[in-house]
């Protein structure tokens, strides 16, 4: 008999729970026939309102803050009074105080059958053998004087699969350093199969996945509206940062302790670094001593110096970034393109950056390119994603001659111009967005490209259109785009091949 399958339930104010139980069955569902005691009543408006005010009580909290709190008030309920340890599991079984039908949904030989039965037990929770052997519940009172991070994530978002490694080593390096910090994981997950597969990368603390009073009012409270999400609170639970993601990815564990006055001084510090940036400052690392790039030449290291008084372009890219591997063909033609253009007159560099995981895949890729290169697993590295901000790679960022940074948007200007890009100035690129207004007039207003099965409208910025991934080379672009009103499809005016428009009656 194949058993284990996720089911819906509902208690009280239409919450949903999902169990995982050891053996074969993986869910119960718990669907309640009605609420009929006074006791219970009040029960369910007690929690109607503790989901509206926040478990400190404390309604209208704006802005997803928490300035009332305590740690008992904020992550213990009625049900749970403990967090889930790296060490625990879910493999257990949580009945409820009071009268329930549980229907069972149960697959038997590729039908679906259900089973009802009225329980009336007291709470009990069965964990899994295996798992007593190490210390899987924290109780919450335990967090008393920690400065905290809830981190609301989910398995299945890319984004929060991205962020966790970042933060997992933040968490690591403040628990080296006798930090009091910890980190609490508030699932989005829909399965508590999910839950475990996720929690297993993490080395903090969690919410129980069946705790969903706890996950519902946390979220509410705080407003998460997107994920990945993370809150910073001091060791009063008073809100200090609700924008953890971007602190995080930013300044890493400068941040610490995350209040207010640290990340004021961390921008001030920025601010001055900016003021006076060069691009000796960006690239030489003094801490090792190193002056110098990699080069593919016969010195195969070249001083930072001798980019001093150039326009340099900061490659931020990586052999298993699908995207990258597209861009860098594209970006080598027009370096190739610009140097030829300059002869002698040797004015403009790319200095790729790498985030590859190991040195041989760098070799690898580097191999391919004809510029200068940061060394592999140099710090420098990290400290140039921080500073510049990088979330994304491809990235593309421009340092003019005078050390100063120009743009973020070097990859998106490469795809709309080319080498007609360069120097990649404000003013250069207000003529070259002109020239391209005047171009645009000469193109037909609907196309049909073969790549697609409806008809292309041609868009601006100021029509519809705006910053967009062309859907036939998968690399940016913006201002104009043929783009479908049907479903959303965009492509780069150059990459539009016509198919069978005569049929279509033309332009009009």
Excluded at 16 to 36: C, H, M, N, Q, S
Excluded at 236 to 255: C, F
Excluded at 280 to 292: A, H, I, Q
Excluded at 431 to 454: N, Q, T
Aim: proline share 4%.
């Amino acid at each position: 008999m194949e058993m284990g399958v996720k089911l819906s339930a509902s208690w009280f104010v239409g919450q949903r729970f999902f169990y995982v139980i050891k053996g074969d069955l993986e869910a119960i569902d718990f669907t309640w026939p009605g609420v009929k005691s006074g006791k219970r009543k009040e029960k369910r408006e007690m929690v109607e309102e503790k989901g509206q005010q926040g478990a400190c009580g404390a309604g209208g909290i704006g802005g997803g803050r928490c300035n009332s709190c305590t740690v008992t008030s904020l992550l213990a309920t009625s049900y749970s009074d403990f967090l889930i340890s790296p060490h625990g599991t879910q493999k257990a079984m949580l009945l409820n105080t009071c009268r329930f039908l549980a229907i069972l949904q149960i697959k038997v030989d590729g039908v679906f059958k259900q089973y009802h039965k009225i329980h009336d037990q007291g709470p009990r929770v069965k964990w899994d053998a295996k798992a007593k052997k190490k210390k899987v519940k924290v109780k919450v009172e335990e967090l008393k004087g920690h400065i905290l991070g809830l981190y609301f994530s989910a398995n299945w978002n890319s984004a929060s699969q991205k962020f966790t490694p970042v933060l997992a080593s933040l968490y690591g390096k403040l628990k080296e350093q006798g930090a009091l910090f910890e980190i609490v994981f508030i699932s989005f997950d829909e399965n508590a199969a999910s839950f475990d597969e996720y929690r297993a990368s993490m080395p903090w603390l969690a919410v129980p996945f069946s705790d969903l009073e706890s996950r519902k009012m946390l979220s509410g409270m705080f407003q998460i509206e997107g994920i990945p999400s993370l809150i910073f609170l001091d060791a009063e639970m008073k809100t200090t940062q609700a924008e953890g993601v971007d602190l995080v990815y930013k300044y890493g564990v400068d941040a610490f302790p995350f209040t207010t006055k640290r990340v004021e001084y961390l921008r001030k510090e920025d601010e001055e670094k900016r003021s006076k940036q060069t691009i000796v400052s960006l690239l030489s690392n003094p801490s090792t001593g190193r002056d110098f790039l990699r080069s593919h030449s016969s010195v195969k290291q070249v001083p930072v110096t001798s980019l001093v008084g150039k326009t340099v372009a900061l490659y931020f890219s990586a052999q298993w970034c699908s995207p990258g591997f597209k861009f860098t063909p594209r970006l080598i033609s027009v370096y190739n393109k610009i140097k030829r253009a300059m002869g002698t007159k040797d004015q403009f560099e790319v200095v790729f950056v790498s985030s590859d995981r190991d040195e041989a895949t760098f070799e690898l890729y580097y191999e391919v390119m004809p510029w200068l290169a940061v060394p592999f697993n140099d710090e420098k590295t990290r400290s140039l994603v921080r500073y510049f901000d990088v979330r994304r790679i491809p990235c593309l960022i421009i340092i003019g001659p005078d050390g100063k940074s120009v743009t973020g948007e070097g990859r998106s200007l490469i795809n709309l111009y080319m080498e007609n890009a360069y120097p990649f100035t404000q003013d250069h690129v207000r003529s070259l967005e002109k020239r391209m207004d005047e171009e645009a007039k000469s193109f037909p207003k609907f196309r049909l490209h073969s790549g697609h099965h409806h008809p292309l409208r041609l868009v601006s910025a100021s029509s519809g259109g705006g910053p967009f991934i062309c859907c036939e080379c998968d690399e940016q672009g913006s201002v104009w785009a043929y783009q479908c009103i049907t479903c959303g499809y965009e492509v780069h005016p150059r990459c539009v091949t016509e198919k069978n428009w005569a049929k279509l009656g033309g332009d009009d």
